[in-house]
């Protein structure tokens, strides 16, 4: 099976920030993987898709690049509704598997 | 609008049962992979159990293999879940995710119900 691992766990930042978060993945899932973003209490939301490609209605400071093994998640200039915690997946075998999430504080 | 709304969840004792529901509306049955994700109290997402648009194939993580299974009936665009010999590990609320498709390209989890909670104890 696929371990999916995040970095940092937490991350504290300001509004305005420039924040990247990693997901490594145990072997090559080539481009299946996906972002989620969760609100406290609420389901998870679909941020982007095939590493890179944004979900309808995400907002393009949202980007997502990386292949294989290493991806990563960027958000361009934080806003007050983005922090949250952000799980990555893959979803090239299965079981698929997620990360274990990055929460993105308010510094 | 696609909609997942899940039911069945609930308190049940060590060793014990459970049948999981989610009902789908505003989409085409049998066209997309289902999935169950589940989420411990404070903890992070784990993708537990898969089925294909078909029923016929199914998938699941290796901790909940031989206690869960995961259908669907297409005729009523439903999924399920039994829930067989429950441990104190498996409380968490249980996320009924929908596929955008049923190909690799499309497996990614596009809509989410709002869960359903599973608290074993005695």
């Known amino acids: 099976d696929i371990q999916m691992t995040q970095s940092p766990s937490t991350l504290s930042a300001s509004v305005g920030d420039r924040v990247t978060i990693t997901c490594r993945a145990s072997?090559?899932?080539?481009?299946?993987l996906a972002w989620y973003q969760q609100r406290p209490g609420k389901a998870p939301k679909l941020l982007m898709f095939?590493?890179?490609n944004l979900e309808s209605g995400v907002p393009s400071r949202f980007s997502g690049a990386g292949s294989g093994t290493e991806f990563t998640l960027t958000i361009s200039s934080l806003q007050p509704d983005d922090f949250a915690t952000y799980y990555c997946?893959?979803?090239?075998?299965?079981?698929?598997?997620f990360g274990g999430g990055t929460k993105v504080e308010i510094k | 609008e696609v909609q997942l709304e899940e039911s069945g969840g609930g308190l049940v004792q060590p060793g014990g049962s459970l049948r999981l529901s989610c009902a789908a509306s505003g989409v085409t049955s049998g066209t997309y992979v289902l999935s169950w994700v589940r989420q411990a109290p404070g903890k992070g997402l784990q993708w537990v159990a898969g089925?294909?648009?078909?029923?016929?194939?199914?998938y699941y993580e290796d901790s909940v293999k031989g206690r869960f299974t995961v259908s669907r009936d297409n005729s009523k665009n439903m999924l399920y879940l039994q829930v067989n010999g429950l441990r104190d590990e498996d409380t968490a609320v249980y996320y009924c995710?929908?596929?955008?498709?049923?190909?690799?390209?499309?497996?990614?989890?596009?809509?989410w119900g709002r869960g359903t909670l599973v608290t074993v104890s005695s």
């Open positions: 089925i294909s648009g078909s029923g016929y194939s199914t």
């Open positions: 095939e590493t890179s």
């Open positions: 072997q090559s899932i080539g481009l299946w």
């Open positions: 995710a929908k596929s955008s498709g049923d190909q690799r390209s499309t497996w990614y989890l596009d809509d």
């Open positions: 997946q893959q979803y090239n075998y299965f079981p698929f598997s």
